[in-house]
């Protein structure tokens, strides 16, 4: 089953911001083909709680040298979307990895 083929979820039109998710190698191929998803806009005490939660992990997990379990990230995928865990389990890993990045993004951005 591809990404694209699952339903979409439920979006609070108030509370969403459509984003492009794109990836490329250094050769400049795609990872994968570049998809849009709605990313909830978190503000304030939920946006900081979670932003300090994907920054502790980050940092301790750099400082043993070691990276992040991938289920941390799908972790980062359901607190920063709308979407189920079946629609989560439709993408690939690199699907994934690149919604919790940009994720990240989004919350570490100077506002």
Known sequence: MKARQHSKAIIPEANASSVLIKQE?????????PFKIDLQVLTGEEGLALRCKINDNMFASAASGGIPDFSYWVDVVRSGTYLTDEQIQAYSTDEIMA?????????NKKK
């Not at 190698?25 to 083909?33: A, C, H, S």
């Not at 919604?99 to 919350?107: F, G, K, P, S, T």
């Open 25 to 33: 190698k250094k050769d400049g191929k795609e990872l994968f083909k």
């Open 99 to 107: 919604i919790a990045e940009r994720i990240v993004e989004d919350l």
